[in-house]
């Protein structure tokens, strides 16, 4: 293949990884102009590919979270969220962290009660941490809680997998 038909084949995967990127969700922002590719020097597209696909090789992360536990006012429910990894890939990286508050009702459900903001923290940070509360309505009898921490990893592809913490007795109703 002649040089020039190369470059036309270039231009034209270009445009469709530019188009799949676009409508798959990639979320890159480089992406979001759909045209020709632009002109590269040879090996440029090999470390764009290069790229993209240690993007999509797992990457070991863990999900933390602690316990609901009732806030210093002892009139909130409330639970943590992080995440921790020691891969050199990630260590760069951030990730979007988001806690579920839920409570075991009198109907046999985990019903999800109150959703914490997302928050964009980087790994092995426990200062910052993404966060759910909720007000107590009442105290007594105590009532079941646990949270959900769910973490996607800003630009990577990775599993659903959420950690659920363990069930504490709680003396809050929300």
């Not at 105590?142 to 800003?154: K, Q």
Request: some cysteine.
């Amino acid at each position: 293949m002649r040089f020039s038909e190369n470059m036309s084949v270039r231009k034209m995967l270009g445009v469709a990884v530019a188009s799949c990127m676009v409508t798959c969700g990639t979320g890159l922002a480089a992406a979001e102009t759909v045209g020709p590719a632009p002109e590269t020097v040879a090996g440029d597209a090999s470390i764009a590919a290069k790229a993209q696909d240690e993007a999509k090789e797992p990457h070991p992360f863990q999900h933390q979270g602690d316990y609901v536990h009732t806030s210093a006012n002892n009139v909130d429910a409330s639970a943590h969220g992080w995440w921790t990894t020691n891969d050199p890939y990630l260590l760069g990286k951030t990730g979007t962290v988001t806690v579920q508050l839920q409570y075991f009702g009198a109907d046999g459900q985990w019903r999800t009660v109150v959703t914490g903001p997302p928050r964009s923290i980087p790994p092995n940070n426990t200062s910052k941490r993404a966060n759910a509360r909720i007000p107590c309505r009442t105290t007594t009898p105590l009532g079941d809680w646990r949270s959900v921490v769910d973490v996607d990893i800003d630009g990577v592809v990775d599993d659903s997998n959420v950690l659920i913490t363990a069930v504490r007795p709680l003396p809050c109703h929300p």
